[in-house]
């Protein structure tokens, strides 16, 4: 099996994670069949009859005709559930989840494994991306009991919500047998269930939130051993972490590429462009249609796990759109762009914002819509040009995948092969594009896979923080017109009075109220919005956003993910800090509150963001892969760096020149108006336009070209090392 989710590591405390799989393992009791006939006549207690088809949730709506008694995660369903005495039977996924419709199928379908279901627990449907607050949760428990996680997530707790077993995907077999147990012992010797779950309770707890200090100065870090520390896991052949499965992490990539531009260091620099040419390259990247699958099953970026997701693919345009700015390569323009393309194509709502996912099966199997024949791609591409494509994409052993199928996916650079084939570059993109093309129209005939239709806010803004940063790198209007547009379907959809975020939509329904990651990422986007733009707005907008994050999600150091006073349906109030295939919203926080003191001028808001990085720094010395984030802020406060204004009224072209630069230290603002925030106040001059280089406030002279700017930072730079 495949675990589904990076894990970070962690500690667990105590001994307090004595295997409660042990006491079972010694149970020879079961509950036996029952007789409950669980397909008719269904009762109107709610508890006995699946609720979710009153859901608007794809994921849940995928189950509403198990027949499971499933029920939504809700404050009735708990109250419920203690007042009928059963154990909970809490399981998460999501909807493209491939291993969450296996189990569906083989445990959830069953009649006879409903009936042991239905009778003896409370079985509640959990979309782990709907509720990442109680996915976090009872991730964190089950990764404290058997060491790792994924999904689908099984849980099994109490009435009141505390888990007592745990585990990911489990055949039908074994889970009627862990079932039965549980329920035996539940009956026989609660006492042991109940020592247990505190117990657990107390490790969750533990783990989840930041422990305070006294002492909220930044400590310093020796940068080279983050590099070290990190490059005993590097695969220097294929690039990303050794071993399989392999996923993307996007930021985890753009800090490494950061730290090797800061530290000059160049092992560093080309494992992130090793990373990223092998990313573009792999069956991990569609070939034909453009964007990433969520991650890879082997080490060579080959065989994807082929759900695509939007989170992923967003926080990729970014990676790519920097990489490029480092070194500029056709392949990653060109990736930014299919990848574009694809999310406009296939994951666009009707009233702006995109979709949440695509399901990695469809009719056929898992990935049959995007994998071929050999009989299949000879029918579309001629004969004279099949030697030529077949080279290309590998149609070989090296590309046959299983069942006479094919996965498309590149064995060298674009360089490279076009040298080998007397090509020039463009010669072959030429080629490549018309191949492509008929691919395309013959793949849009087969039975699409699924689309979960929800839209997410957090991802929706990190998708407008790849397509800002697309638009930076590469000046095309269309993608800072697509930020803009999905920002314009954030205020209107998913934002009420007092600025309050919703974190889902679907069908014309907003539901789940914003946590915190909403509020992170909203306001990253719209800071991303104001430094292309100079429109103030932004800027205000992300500014009242952290203000409510600081009202409502407070905890002693850093946030919470949920709002404490809105929420207590769950058993712990959860910090999330660690950086998975997303930044931590706490991290994302901290990064908002750097940009906030420096575009406002508050000081207060850059001591908080330095108070809460100085508490992750033993976390981030130990495992900088898993804290790439909080690094990302690191090099902020400890190398050097700079901020940039710029204003006149030609700020705009400017600032948009400045975007073929790889500048990762800096922080840029330009205005065509003259303003009163730090940076500018005072510098505006209708008549030209200039580029101030400043640190902390201090300025060097103006220059009126951005390739003086640059030079002036290349100055300052040096003889910072000096």
């Known amino acids: 099996m495949f675990s589904c989710r990076l894990l970070a590591p962690f500690v667990s ?58 029920q939504p995660w809700d404050t009735t369903v708990l109250e419920a559930a203690r007042e009928v005495d059963k154990l909970l039977i809490i399981s998460i996924g999501y909807s493209s989840c491939h291993w969450c419709h296996v189990m569906e199928h083989e445990s959830f379908e069953d009649t006879s494994v409903a009936a042991v279901m239905n009778e003896h627990f409370v079985p509640i449907k959990v979309d782990r991306e709907e509720r990442p607050d109680v996915d976090d949760v009872y991730m964190t428990a089950v990764q404290l009991m058997t060491q790792r996680g994924g999904w689908p997530l099984n849980v099994v707790a109490l009435p009141d919500g505390r888990p007592v077993w745990g585990a990911t995907y489990v055949p039908r077999e074994q889970w009627l047998q862990v079932l039965k147990q549980l329920s035996a012992l539940y009956k026989e010797d609660p006492t042991k269930m109940e020592e247990y779950a505190q117990k657990l309770q107390r490790g969750i707890q533990q783990v989840s939130l930041v422990e305070t200090s006294q002492d909220t100065a930044l400590p310093p870090v020796a940068l080279d051993a983050l590099v070290a520390g990190w490059q005993k896991n590097w695969d220097v052949h294929f690039g990303g972490r050794e071993g399989a499965p392999k996923f993307p992490l996007p930021g985890a990539q753009q800090f490494l590429l950061r730290l090797g531009f800061t530290l000059g260091h160049e092992g560093a620099t ?26 890879s099953t082997d080490s060579l970026w080959k065989v994807p796990h082929f759900e695509k997701m939007l989170y992923d693919n967003a926080q990729l345009l970014k990676l ?77 052993e090296r590309g046959y995948w299983e069942d006479e199928q094919y996965i498309l996916w590149r064995g060298q650079t674009d360089e490279a092969f076009a040298k080998a084939h007397n090509l020039s570059l463009e010669e072959l993109y030429s080629q ?109 907008q992300a500014h009242r956003w952290v203000q409510r994050a600081q009202e409502n999600f407070r905890a002693e150091n850093g946030f919470y993910d949920i709002r404490p006073k809105e929420d207590n349906t769950l058993i712990a109030r959860s910090q999330e800090t660690s950086d998975n295939v997303i930044p931590s919203a706490n991290a994302v926080m901290a990064q908002n509150l750097y940009r906030l003191s420096h575009y406002r001028g508050e000081q207060k808001d850059r001591k908080e963001a330095e108070s809460m990085l100085a508490a992750l720094v033993p976390q981030l010395r130990q495992h900088p892969e898993s804290y790439y984030a909080w690094g990302d802020l690191l090099l902020n406060y400890q190398a050097p760096h700079y901020e940039i204004a710029i204003t006149g009224p030609e700020a705009m072209e400017k600032l948009l020149a400045l975007g073929s ?50 030079e002036q930072l290349r100055s300052r730079w040096k003889k910072a090392d000096e």
């Open 432 to 540: 490549v594009d018309k191949w492509r093309h008929k691919l395309l129209a013959a793949r849009e005939e087969r039975s699409r896979p699924a689309t979960d239709d929800k839209q997410l806010t957090s991802w929706n803004a990190l998708l407008i923080q790849g397509l800002v940063a697309a638009y930076r790198t590469f000046g095309r209007q269309a993608y800072l017109a697509k930020a803009e547009d999905c920002a314009r379907w954030i205020k209107e959809q998913q934002m009420r009075e007092n600025d309050r975020l919703w974190h889902t939509y679907r069908h014309g329904k907003a539901s789940v109220e914003g946590l915190l990651e909403d509020y992170a990422q909203a306001s990253a986007a719209w800071l991303d919005l104001y430094e292309v733009t100079g429109k103030e707005a932004y800027l205000e």
């Open 661 to 710: 630069y790889y500048l990762p230290h800096c922080l840029i603002s330009a205005s065509t108006q003259p303003s009163e925030y730090p940076l500018h106040q005072g510098r505006f001059d209708a008549e030209r336009t200039r580029l101030y280089v400043c640190q902390l406030g201090a300025c060097k002279l103006p220059v009126t070209e951005p390739a003086a700017a640059v």
């Open 13 to 70: 405390t105590d001994a307090l994670l004595g295997r409660l799989v042990l006491i079972f393992g010694l149970m020879g009791a079961g509950c036996g069949q029952t007789n409950v006939d669980i397909m008719e006549n269904a009762p109107t207690d709610p508890l006995q009859q699946n609720r979710l088809d009153q859901s608007n949730n794809p994921y849940l709506l995928q189950h509403a005709d198990n027949p499971v008694y499933w």
């Open 270 to 295: 080309e494992q992130a462009h090793r990373t990223l040419e092998h990313l573009a390259q792999g069956g991990i990247y569609d070939q034909v249609g453009g964007g990433f699958a969520r991650y």
């Open 320 to 396: 790519f759109a920097l990489a490029h700015r480092h070194r500029p390569k056709a392949n990653y323009q060109r990736t930014v762009e299919q990848t574009v393309a694809f999310l406009e194509r296939e994951m666009a709502g009707p009233q702006g914002g995109y979709y949440a996912a695509l399901d990695a099966d469809s009719p056929g199997g898992e990935g049959r819509f995007y994998t071929w024949t050999k009989d299949e791609l000879q029918q579309h591409i001629p004969e004279a040009e099949w030697p030529l494509f077949a080279a290309y994409y590998q149609v070989n």
